[in-house]
């Protein structure tokens, strides 16, 4: 819910503080005209609102599918004893995903800030003029440790009503969550948006690979913190309704949204910036700091060592899929 009124909130501060696109330099060309492949065309044969919709629809069901099976296989762990978070299948499953999401922060979500915010269709300054996605990311991160921080001391002084396993601290799930369902919005908010059928089709498969691997960290996450069986329910939900939700949102909206426009530049680059700097702090910091440093991994060399190898697997996947999506 609290990523829900992040992203609310940020859609309307930006669309006050967006400038116009007559406010770039002189160019030589009408204030409000803006370069050809800023116009969105919808000619040629990639484009086809028809055909569009129902490789949408089916995105909309496989995304849905893929996303519950991924971030509900560790919390069926129970089921499954090798997958438990004391055994050392699990611990490889937990790394393999920490890469996944570390690769998701650095190939995926700062790549399509970057492209957002440095595009020919805003004005070039301030846009070109100053790294605007490295710096938001970098703000996010910051204040990513803070909330990480407080929410710490808060935990020791108050005590919290999470039994058990006590080796994941339930702050990590006001982070994890939070980057993820953010970053799930906007990419299917970008596709639903879309009527290119030579961009819908590989994202597809790419986007259910991705919310499968993205949904297993979280899903380590939630089973760890060892939350009541109604948090779990809701977290699962927000998790793999979300895409689901911003393609249909971006249908939705397709007939007024345009992908190329400052202002939807703009918002997307920067909640994708903003996403960047959560998942990436928490990948680093909250997953694969927390576990390699840990007594578990610490004394056991060979774990140790297949963990990396599961981790670069995990990332080295992730970076090829950016390929497609």
């Known amino acids: 819910m609290a990523s829900l009124h992040l992203l609310i909130l940020s859609l309307l501060l930006l669309s006050t503080v967006v400038p116009p696109s007559h406010g770039a330099e002189p160019t030589g060309k009408p204030p409000n005209t803006l370069p050809e492949e ?5 000619g040629g044969p990639c484009h086809s609102k028809a055909r569009s919709l129902k490789l949408k629809l089916i995105a909309i069901a496989a995304i849905l599918v893929t996303s519950m099976a991924g971030v509900t296989l560790p919390i069926l762990s129970r089921v499954v004893p090798a997958l438990q978070p004391d055994k050392k299948l699990f611990v490889l499953v937990k790394a393999f995903a920490s ?17 957002c915010l440095t595009s020919k269709c805003l004005p070039e300054n301030p846009w070109r003029k100053f790294p605007f996605t490295t710096f938001i990311a970098m ?11 407080y929410a710490m001391s808060w935990y020791k002084k108050y005590g919290s009503s999470v039994q058990g396993n006590k080796n994941l601290n339930p702050q990590v799930l006001k982070i994890s969550e939070l980057g993820i369902v953010v970053h799930s919005v906007v990419i299917g908010l970008s596709m639903g948006a879309s009527d290119n059928l030579c961009t819908i089709r590989p994202l597809v498969a790419a986007l259910c690979f991705h919310q499968f691997f993205e949904g297993m960290g979280l899903g380590g996450c ?13 977290m699962v939900f927000f998790f793999s309704a979300t895409t689901p939700f911003g393609i249909a949102l971006g ?8 992908e190329n426009s400052p202002t939807a530049l703009i918002v997307v680059g920067v909640l994708d910036a903003v996403s960047a700097g959560l998942l990436n702090y928490m990948a680093l910091v909250d997953l694969l700091a927390s576990d390699f440093m840990g007594k578990k ?15 670069f697997l995990g990332a080295g996947g992730m970076s090829v899929m950016a390929i497609w999506a």
């Open 297 to 311: 991994l610490q004394d056991d060399m060979k774990l140790q060592a297949i963990s990396y190898a599961a981790v």
């Open 139 to 149: 703000l996010s991160a910051v204040a990513t440790l803070m909330v990480d921080s």
């Open 38 to 42: 800023c116009q969105n065309s919808s």
């Open 99 to 115: 890469g996944v999401i570390l690769a998701t922060g650095y190939m995926h979500v700062l790549p399509d800030s970057f492209d």
């Open 251 to 258: 249908i939705g909206l397709s007939n007024v949204y345009r």
């Open 222 to 234: 939630i089973l760890q913190a060892e939350y009541e069986t109604k948090m779990k329910a809701i």
